[in-house]
């Protein structure tokens, strides 16, 4: 199992909202996390909008694919690009940047 880090910005003026919203992820959004390998899977939020998550997979690149190919993670992803300051209006699953794991006990 990999362990995956990745950063993402969320606008400050939206922070409670998508704070909100993560209080009650759609069911079948949180079915289709766990059927394409999404694991131990969590977000970290800091008051300026840093958004840093965490996820345990096989692999990393096969499970993004198949949320891609979800119905209900095309509808997510598209009611929570306002939330985010991101390139080229690019949806937030695709903008995510992963970090290099320098140090792990």
């Known amino acids: 199992m990999k362990r995956i880090c990745f950063v993402l910005h969320v606008k400050p003026d939206r922070i409670e909202e998508y704070k909100a919203r993560h209080r009650s992820v759609w069911p079948e959004m949180l079915a289709a996390l ?3 390998g999404w694991n131990n899977y969590s977000l970290f939020l800091r008051p300026d909008g ?45 903008a995510m940047q992963t970090l290099e794991e320098v140090f792990h006990l």
Do not use: C, H, K, S
Not at 56 to 79: H, L, Y
Not at 84 to 94: C, E, K, T, V
């Open 50 to 94: 840093l958004l840093i998550g965490y996820v345990e997979t096989e692999d990393f690149e096969r499970a993004r694919a198949g949320m891609a190919g979800r119905e209900v993670n095309q509808r997510w992803q598209r009611e929570m690009a306002g939330f985010f300051i991101q390139p080229d209006g690019a949806l937030p699953d695709r």
């Open 34 to 36: 766990r059927e394409t």
